[in-house]
């Protein structure tokens, strides 16, 4: 499985981004996807996750109402719309999907999910 995430960058306060998870190397509809963040000098957080059809999502109390989980799975590619951006958003945020399918809520801790993209840097300027 391979998981490459694109579209971060340098943005001011009060901006948006999206970024765009695409995976390959299984049936990309099957699996619930992720995204998780590590700012500098901290452990890596859950931010995002949604099921694999896409009805089930949660969500970071800290990004909740500013950020929005998708998938494409005609596309194979997840996406994060982050907007309201603010410097503590500042991070390298990562893809990752688990080992196994699921038809439930998707998980929210690490240790639920077995593979991981090499992550995008974005960084919120005050």
């Known amino acids: 499985v391979r998981l490459v995430e694109s579209g971060g960058g340098l943005v001011q306060a009060g901006d948006s981004l999206r970024l765009s998870c695409t995976a390959s190397g299984r049936p990309f509809g099957s699996y619930a996807m992720g995204w998780f963040r590590q700012g500098a000098g901290n452990e890596r957080e859950f931010v995002a996750a949604?099921?694999?059809?896409?009805?089930?999502?949660s969500y970071a109390d800290s990004v909740k109402g500013r950020f929005t989980i998708s998938r494409d799975n005609a596309k194979n590619t997840m996406y994060l719309q982050m907007n309201n951006l603010k410097p503590e958003d500042t991070a390298v945020y990562y893809c990752a999907t688990p080992l196994g399918a699921g038809t439930g809520l998707p998980p929210i801790s690490l240790g639920g999910y077995d593979y991981w993209g090499q992550g995008t840097q974005v960084t919120v300027s005050s």
């Open positions: 949604i099921n694999y059809r896409g009805g089930g999502r």
